[in-house]
C-alpha cells in the first residue's frame, strides 16, 4: 500500500491550527472518593425518597412504591459550603416521572402540586413531544391568520 502525498504545501497562519505544547505536565488528585462496589445510588435514594414521602405526605405513597415519585432533600447532602451562601436552594426536590402526556399522568401531576404546594413546577418534555407541540402551536397561528385573513374579504 502505497500513501499518496499532496501535490500543494499546507500552509497555516492561523494559531488556531498551530500545535499547542503544554508548558509542563499536571497531576491531578480528586479530592472526592467513589463510592463502594457494592453501592445501590438508586435502592439507597428509593429508601430515603420512600421514608421522607411516608413520613411528609403518606397520601403520595402509591406513587413512590411504584417508581414514579421521588423525594430528594437538600439534607441528604450535607451543608451548602461558605462560599455559596448567597444560592438560594431548594430543601427539597420531587421527581415526577410520567409517561407520555396522558390522562393518567395529568392526575399524578395534580395530585402531587395539591399534596406538595411547591413553590415551583418544572416540565420536562422529551424532544418528540417538544417538537409536536412546537408544530402545533405554529399551525394555530398560522389558522387564527387564516381565518383573520378570509374574514376581511
Known sequence: METIKSTLPIFST??????????????????????????????????????????????????????????????????????????VEPEAIWLLGTTHISKESAMEVERVVQAVKPDNVVVELCRSRRVHSFFTIIFKICSIGYICYNNLE
Open 14 to 87: 492561523n494559531p488556531a491550527f498551530l500545535p499547542i505544547k503544554p508548558l509542563r505536565s499536571f497531576s491531578f488528585k480528586v479530592s472526592i472518593k467513589p463510592p463502594p462496589p457494592d453501592f445501590n445510588y438508586k435502592l439507597q435514594i428509593s429508601d430515603e425518597s420512600r421514608s421522607a414521602i411516608a413520613e411528609s405526605h403518606p397520601e403520595l405513597l402509591d406513587l413512590a412504591d411504584n417508581g414514579s415519585l421521588l423525594l430528594i432533600q437538600k439534607k441528604q447532602f450535607g451543608p451548602v459550603p461558605s462560599w455559596r451562601s448567597e444560592f
